[in-house]
């Protein structure tokens, strides 16, 4: 026979188990074909049937779907091959053209119509989860569902975040957890109602350097990664609740995080930090924001190759954080994150260049047990107040101070 179409009429036949057009000229599947929920084998072979409605999902009872030889593209070839029979020997007479014969087994539908399914419920329930189908591109169906709020694909074996997101705009949850992800598109920035976002387990380099497009962000993943610092863009996101960048490479947790003002977990494990310093890791997320905010709003900023200076603030406390060391930072200031001083690109963060223009610094009640010699760069140090730690020995260095006036061990 030469089809092109399946006659509507066979719908009345609401007791077919077995139904076959193969070798015919059907372009597409009607979605009133969902209707003969009997059937337990359906075979297209050789037709011209390029997509499979969603709809298709309701013949729960097939146990073959035959559509081997026919230009889909919809679903993805991913879930398609999973219903391609095998090659190897039979007696069929059906075969790929120029690769052999087919196995005459057929493998269960299961696969595509659970892909279909969760088609069909997201179009009412806004959330598309399509976890587990080994889905190496992006699917294109997502992009007809332009209202969707969640989406879920992990455990695929995604490289990227395509320029289509922009078609989904109105997200507020991704979560891609256990992919191949390298690349994030820019255009991943149009989805501006983002609050959940997880890309943990992927092979992401480097954080976006758009996260201030998602002001209303509050949980993000970027657990088991392969990243080595945070992009600045990150500190934007002001309501950001709970942050992951456990398993990564990390060597800072930079002060700009104190601008996370209701940040109440972060989870930094496995990384090889170095900074802040153990003293104050080890006390937890509420005394390393305290530490950094006293940085960030009271330390001023030194001239930097001739830059401008900042005189916002010129007094630094550090009391009572069981400091068992002076942090590098009071005395010598650390580079921007991936930097060194070597590069000519600073930018002009307050605390990035060290506090060497204190005027004031209070470091009592820790368990300083001496003062490091680098003391002696903060040249404009007037008072240095240290009373209350176990300090044994002070530095020669110490006398190199000479705008020092007041004293306090």
Not at 40 to 63: D, M
Not at 71 to 82: D, G, R
Not at 242 to 264: C, D, T
Not at 307 to 327: I, N, T, V
Request: aromatic content about 6%.
């Amino acid at each position: 026979m030469e089809l092109s179409v399946i006659p509507e009429a066979i719908t009345v036949l609401s007791d077919l188990t077995s139904l076959s057009f193969s070798q015919n000229h059907i372009q597409e599947l009607p979605i009133f074909l969902s209707t003969l929920t009997n059937l337990t084998e359906l075979e297209l072979i050789r037709n011209k049937v390029t997509v499979l409605y969603p709809e298709l999902h309701a013949l729960t009872n097939l146990i073959t779907l035959n559509v081997f030889s026919n230009p889909i593209n919809s679903p993805p070839f991913e879930i398609i091959k999973t219903i391609l029979p095998k090659r190897g020997e039979s007696s069929s007479k059906v075969g790929f053209p120029g690769q052999g014969q087919l196995s005459k087994q057929t493998p269960s539908p299961h696969v595509v119509l659970s892909f279909l399914r969760a088609l069909l419920v997201a179009r009412s329930s806004l959330s598309l989860s399509l976890s587990n189908f080994e889905l190496i591109q992006w699917p294109r169906e997502s992009y007809d569902l332009p209202e969707l709020r969640q989406i879920c694909m992990d455990e695929n074996l995604l490289r990227a975040i395509p320029d289509g997101i922009a078609n989904l705009s109105r997200l507020t949850s991704i979560s891609l957890v256990g992919n191949h992800i390298k690349v994030i598109s820019d255009m991943l920035s149009e989805v501006t109602g983002l609050t959940f976002l997880n890309l943990e387990r992927n092979r992401l380099e480097t954080m976006p350097s758009f996260m201030a497009s998602f002001p209303r962000l509050r949980t993000v993943s970027f657990a088991n990664n392969l990243l080595t610092v945070f992009d600045p863009s990150l500190f934007q996101c002001s309501h950001i609740e709970s942050l992951s960048i456990r398993g990564n490479k990390m060597r800072e947790i930079p002060p700009e995080i104190a601008s996370l003002y209701q940040l109440s977990d972060l989870d930094y494990r496995n990384n090889p930090i170095i900074f802040p310093p153990e003293d104050i890791l080890s006390q937890g997320l509420a005394v390393m924001m305290k530490f950094y905010v006293n940085i960030m709003s009271c330390a001023p900023a030194c001239s930097f190759r001739d830059m401008e200076q900042d005189a916002r603030g010129d007094k630094l406390c550090l009391d009572s954080f069981a400091l068992a060391r002076l942090p590098l930072i009071v005395f010598r200031g650390l580079p921007r994150p991936g930097e060194d001083w070597s590069e000519q690109r600073v930018r002009r963060d307050r605390w990035a260049y060290g506090m060497t223009q204190l005027a004031s610094l209070s470091i009592q009640g820790n368990m300083l047990e001496e003062l490091p010699d680098g003391i002696s760069r903060i040249a404009r140090l007037s008072s240095l107040l240290c009373s209350l730690n176990e300090i044994r020995v002070l530095p020669e260095s110490l006398g190199t101070l000479t705008s020092l006036r007041m004293l306090d061990l």
